[in-house]
Every structure is written in structure tokens, then in C-alpha cells.
């Protein structure tokens, strides 16, 4: 009989770490239309056992040279140390504890040395389970990083997945106004995760991104496996970026000024900000699953 607490290939769901393949889809709706997608590699790693997922594979390594490694100080506040302190941090100032609790932190792994994460997502719960916190942690090609730290709120969560929203606090992309606002659709990791973006201005729907992986165990044969079907997948993502820059500006897109993020009020944020909840701006023009998400 199939153990219920494993993923379909036997892998506990509960592991130290794990591997989400997956694909990347990115969609401008206005003013210019412009759509595109790859395949990517997600890591979820639980924060709290970083010593149990040093040893889950030689070519995977914590804090150390391997051919896929993960290092705290590519995230959080890159200084190498306890990502899982600054994630209590982070949520104590929402009053919220998450002693007992676990913290998994979805992001791309270093290979060869070198990651690139537009965007890095903290999964936070209580110690009865209950997820408590989200962290979405933005990275833009300038060297900056923001979080955007969201408590879960009562009614948040659904069968159907988390519904978050935030105004749009930190400039990303030179062709996407600041006077916008995300909508975030989560479905949390188990055997496969889901993160959907529906960026909006005053008008309504701007951009799109999601992200859908399937789980798969972290050990040596799939990381070899990931390794020749997606060579260089980290600097591929950067170059990418820079290349769909460069498609967008060809097509005629405007480049918009960039703006000191603390200067700036959207006004989006009022209470009757419509919450784009609608499932069909998210499926619109989303690929078939396995895709994932970039933050514009």
C-alpha cells in the first residue's frame, strides 16, 4: 500500500529537502503583449535542518562548494546568518510565533557556485501546523532585495490554495510601473507547489507569472539528471531576464523611471481594491502545469 505521508516516487514529504522541476511562465498583458516560459529546477529546504540536508547528496552541499549548494547568505539579509532566526524575526513583528514551527524556504540552488532568484518564497507555520507567515522575498538585477512579509489571515486559506495581496513597494523591471499592485495565489509544497502573480494597476490586470513544480527527492541520480537536461540553468535565468529585456524594448516597450520605493504611495491599497480573486486572470494564457513565476 502507498505510504500517504509520501510523494509519488516514495519520497517523504516531510524531508530535510527537495527538488521542484518545473517551468517558468511570464506574461505582459498591456501595453504590449508578450509572453514566455522555460524550465527551470526549484529547491525546498527546511531551515530548521540544514545539518540533514548537507548530507542528503554529495553533489549537494550547505554553505559549501558542490555542485548544487545552498547558502543562507544569498537570502534573508545576506550576511550568512540563521535564516530561520530572521524568519522569527520577521514574524514577531506581526505578533506572530513560530516556535515549534517550520520554516521552507522555496528558491533556486546554487550550481556551479552561482544563483540568480527573482524571487524566493518563505513558507512559515505554527508549531500545530498551521501556516502562519509568507515571505516573498524580491531580487532585482540592480543587487537588491525586498521582502513583502504577509501574515496569513483567517479565511486566507483554502483547498483552492493561499490568497494574498500587497502593493507593489520595489522597483523590479524597467518596463513596469511602480503604481502597481500583486496578487499572490499559493498553493503550499506538498507533492507539487503553485505560486501564481497577477500584477494590476489602477486599470486592472498588467502582468502575470506562475510557477507549478512536481516534487521529486533530492539525492545524486536526480540532481544528475537535472544537471544535463537544464546545463547552467542559474546563469541561463539571468541571461533570460536580460534577453526578454531586450525582446520587450524591440517591441516597443516604454522604460519607466525608477523610483525610490520609501518616496512612493500607489493608493492601490484601499479597501475597496478589487482582489482580482477571479480564477480566470490567473489561467489566462498560463501554460499546461509545471510552470513558475518571476515578480516584475
Same mark, same amino acid.
Given at each position: 500500500?502507498?505510504?500517504p *505521508?509520501?510523494?509519488p516516487?516514495?519520497?517523504?514529504v516531510n524531508?530535510?529537502?527537495?527538488? #521542484?522541476?518545473?517551468?517558468?511562465m511570464?506574461?505582459?498583458?498591456?501595453?504590449?503583449g508578450h509572453?514566455f516560459?522555460?524550465?527551470? $529546477?526549484?529547491?525546498?529546504? &527546511?531551515?530548521?535542518?540544514?545539518d540533514?540536508?548537507?548530507r542528503?547528496?554529495?553533489?549537494?552541499?550547505? &554553505?559549501r562548494?558542490?555542485?548544487?549548494?545552498?547558502?543562507? !547568505?544569498?537570502?534573508g539579509?545576506?550576511?550568512g546568518?540563521?535564516l530561520?532566526? #530572521?524568519a522569527?524575526?520577521r514574524a @514577531?513583528?506581526?505578533?506572530?510565533?513560530?516556535?515549534?514551527?517550520?520554516?521552507?524556504?522555496?528558491? %533556486?540552488?546554487?550550481?556551479?557556485?552561482y @544563483?540568480?532568484?527573482?524571487? *524566493?518564497? %518563505?513558507?512559515?507555520?505554527?508549531?500545530?501546523?498551521?501556516?502562519?507567515? $509568507?515571505? #516573498?522575498?524580491?531580487?532585482?538585477?540592480f543587487?537588491?532585495i525586498?521582502?513583502?512579509? /504577509?501574515?496569513?489571515?483567517t479565511?486566507?486559506?483554502?483547498?483552492?490554495?493561499?490568497?494574498?495581496?500587497?502593493? !507593489?513597494?520595489?522597483?523590479v523591471s524597467?518596463?513596469? =510601473?511602480?503604481?502597481a499592485?500583486?496578487?499572490?495565489r499559493?498553493?503550499?509544497? @506538498?507533492?507539487?507547489?503553485?505560486?501564481?502573480i497577477l500584477?494590476t &494597476?489602477?486599470?486592472?490586470?498588467?502582468?502575470?507569472?506562475?510557477?507549478?513544480?512536481?516534487?521529486?527527492?533530492?539525492? *545524486?541520480p536526480?540532481?544528475?539528471?537535472?544537471f544535463?537536461? /537544464? =546545463?547552467? $540553468?542559474?546563469? !541561463?535565468?539571468?541571461a533570460?531576464?536580460?534577453w526578454?529585456?531586450l525582446?520587450?524594448w524591440? !517591441?516597443?516597450?516604454?522604460?519607466v523611471?525608477?523610483f525610490?520605493a520609501?518616496?512612493?504611495?500607489?493608493?492601490?491599497? *484601499?479597501a475597496?481594491c478589487?482582489? %482580482?480573486a477571479?480564477?480566470?486572470?490567473?489561467v489566462a494564457?498560463?501554460?499546461?502545469p509545471?510552470?513558475?513565476?518571476v515578480?516584475?
Amino acid at each position: 500500500m502507498p505510504d500517504p *505521508s509520501a510523494c509519488p516516487d516514495g519520497h517523504p514529504v516531510n524531508a530535510a529537502a527537495a527538488l #521542484y522541476p518545473g517551468k517558468v511562465m511570464h506574461a505582459r498583458l498591456k501595453p504590449i503583449g508578450h509572453r514566455f516560459s522555460y524550465r527551470v $529546477m526549484s529547491l525546498l529546504i &527546511d531551515l530548521d535542518r540544514l545539518d540533514e540536508a548537507d548530507r542528503l547528496s554529495r553533489l549537494f552541499g550547505i &554553505d559549501r562548494a558542490a555542485l548544487y549548494s545552498f547558502h543562507e !547568505k544569498d537570502h534573508g539579509p545576506r550576511d550568512g546568518t540563521s535564516l530561520r532566526a #530572521y524568519a522569527q524575526r520577521r514574524a @514577531a513583528e506581526h505578533g506572530i510565533d513560530l516556535t515549534g514551527g517550520r520554516v521552507l524556504l522555496l528558491c %533556486y540552488p546554487r550550481l556551479l557556485g552561482y @544563483a540568480f532568484n527573482p524571487l *524566493s518564497v %518563505y513558507f512559515c507555520t505554527r508549531a500545530d501546523g498551521r501556516l502562519a507567515l $509568507m515571505i #516573498y522575498e524580491v531580487r532585482n538585477t540592480f543587487g537588491e532585495i525586498h521582502s513583502y512579509v /504577509l501574515p496569513v489571515d483567517t479565511g486566507a486559506l483554502s483547498a483552492a490554495g493561499l490568497r494574498q495581496q500587497h502593493d !507593489k513597494l520595489f522597483y523590479v523591471s524597467p518596463f513596469v =510601473p511602480m503604481e502597481a499592485r500583486y496578487h499572490f495565489r499559493v498553493l503550499p509544497p @506538498a507533492d507539487q507547489v503553485r505560486v501564481h502573480i497577477l500584477e494590476t &494597476d489602477g486599470v486592472g490586470p498588467l502582468l502575470a507569472a506562475s510557477f507549478h513544480g512536481r516534487r521529486r527527492a533530492l539525492n *545524486s541520480p536526480a540532481l544528475l539528471r537535472s544537471f544535463f537536461a /537544464l =546545463p547552467l $540553468m542559474t546563469f !541561463k535565468i539571468v541571461a533570460a531576464i536580460h534577453w526578454e529585456a531586450l525582446r520587450l524594448w524591440l !517591441k516597443g516597450a516604454r522604460l519607466v523611471p525608477r523610483f525610490k520605493a520609501e518616496t512612493l504611495t500607489s493608493g492601490l491599497a *484601499s479597501a475597496g481594491c478589487n482582489d %482580482y480573486a477571479d480564477p480566470a486572470l490567473f489561467v489566462a494564457g498560463d501554460p499546461a502545469p509545471g510552470e513558475g513565476a518571476v515578480v516584475r
